[in-house]
């Protein structure tokens, strides 16, 4: 099983960036996907997660991203994007995507999910 995230880098604040997740080694239908961040000296926190398919693809938000980040997936290709507008200085650090099978209750934290992508850093310029 494998992750790969890319569309990180460097951007001016108010700018967009959209971020993607292919997996690959099997089908991820059955797993709720997510996006968290890690900035330097702090701690792994939630951004964003897409339920499975059988739970309707529902999405939470970390209350900091909540109407400018958008989370997405593609079924056909095994793929989850976090479309990331109105970006800010504080969004900085290294984005991780990760897969699932938890409760959907508990998809907003990160020791709950198995797989993880490399991540892929994201900067924004004041």
């Known amino acids: 099983v494998q992750l790969q995230a890319s569309g990180g880098g460097l951007v001016q604040a108010g700018g967009s960036l959209r971020l993607s997740c292919a997996a690959s080694?099997?089908?991820?239908?059955?797993?709720?996907m997510g996006w968290f961040r890690q900035a330097p000296g702090k701690e792994r926190e939630f951004v964003a997660a897409?339920?499975?398919?059988?739970?309707?693809?529902?999405?939470r938000y970390a209350d900091s991203v909540k109407g400018r980040f958008t989370i997405s997936r593609d079924i056909t290709k095994n793929t989850v994007y976090l479309q990331m507008n109105s970006l800010k200085p504080e969004d900085t650090a290294v984005y991780y995507c990760?897969?699932?099978?938890?409760?959907?209750?508990?998809?907003?934290?990160?020791?709950?999910?198995?797989?993880w992508g490399q991540g892929t850093q994201v900067t924004v310029s004041s």
């Open positions: 990760a897969v699932t099978q938890i409760l959907w209750a508990y998809v907003d934290n990160s020791r709950n999910f198995a797989y």
């Open positions: 080694g099997r089908t991820f239908t059955n797993f709720h």
């Open positions: 897409i339920s499975r398919r059988a739970y309707g693809e529902s999405t």
